[in-house]
């Protein structure tokens, strides 16, 4: 008796669970990559922020190439470009489209070093100390940088973690909401199966069982496909913008891939459990009003 009510597996209410569920993921997952790629964001804006060293004309080049080593091995620095007279004068020239020497009678611009500070280290407190340690050097006539971008940049990205943090928190509310009203109706047009399933004596753990594991199932299926369309997503932009890997790390796919899987696995499974039970514990006249 119990054989004849067993629960199909696959069916067309299992594809539509799958495709509703899918939907959600890609949805959550999404959210999930821009709150974990924020700080890889904010360390590439802040890393790409122009920090510019102009060194006296009379400084010798041993001298430059001596500081710029220096300057590499500091913690603070994770990248410098020595920029000579002669180069910064040809790159401006050639955005100009005239050159400045023509009609000056000379080279107006300076040997500079463009640094690249670490993120950590870009921000305006760090920045006020690193500018005071770079001038004790007798070579460097100036140093410049955006301040106000710096500042504005860092204030951006707080408030838009906050935001992606409350974003993220609501559509997890969400996605569970979603999932659980798709496995609800679900069960939901077996529940005189399940009442049936009771009044032949079958204990509560074999009724669930089945509709558990489809479930499961169904968890498994549309996490995925969800992850493989996320990564899709990501390759496709990778592909058309290479700086993006930056961001888009290998790291930061697998961990919201692992999060995508988990949650559906876990929701869907959680879901069809309370689902159930509620009509376990239903009485067989209620079964016709709900």
């Not at 904010?42 to 060293?53: C, D, H, V, W």
């Not at 890997?245 to 309370?274: K, N, P, S």
Request: proline residues 2%.
């Amino acid at each position: 008796m119990a054989k004849k009510h067993t629960v199909r597996l696959f069916d067309m209410q299992f594809v539509t669970s799958c495709i509703s569920t899918i939907m959600v993921l890609i949805l959550l997952g999404t959210m999930v990559f821009f709150v974990l790629s924020a700080h890889s964001l904010s360390a590439y804006m802040r890393e790409n922020l122009n920090f510019t060293i102009l060194l006296n004309n009379d400084a010798p080049e041993t001298a430059i190439k001596k500081f710029q080593q220096q300057l590499s091995k500091e913690d603070f620095v994770k990248e410098s470009v020595y920029i000579s007279k002669e180069q910064a004068l040809k790159e401006q020239s050639e955005a100009m489209g005239s050159d400045p020497e023509e009609f000056l009678g000379y080279n107006p611009f300076s040997p500079s070093i463009e640094l690249r500070l670490t993120s950590e280290y870009a921000n305006s407190d760090s920045v006020k100390w690193i500018k005071e340690k770079i001038n004790r050097n007798k070579i460097v006539t100036d140093i410049e940088y955006q301040a106000d971008l710096m500042d504005s940049v860092n204030d951006n990205i707080r408030k838009i973690s906050i935001v992606l943090l409350t974003l993220a928190a609501l559509l997890t509310l969400i996605s569970f909401a979603l999932i659980n009203n798709t496995i609800r109706l679900t069960i939901y047009s077996k529940r005189f199966l399940i009442h049936t399933m009771k009044l032949v004596g079958a204990s509560w753990g074999f009724i669930r069982r089945p509709f558990l594991i489809r479930n499961l199932w169904i968890g498994i299926f549309s996490g995925v496909i969800a992850d493989a369309i996320l990564m899709g997503a990501a390759y496709i932009l990778v592909s058309y913008e290479p700086e993006l890997i930056a961001i888009i790390t290998t790291d930061i796919m697998l961990e919201v891939m692992v999060v995508t899987l988990l949650f559906g696995i876990i929701i869907t499974y959680l879901c069809a459990y309370i689902s159930i039970n509620k009509y376990l514990r239903m009485k067989a006249s209620s079964l016709y009003y709900i």
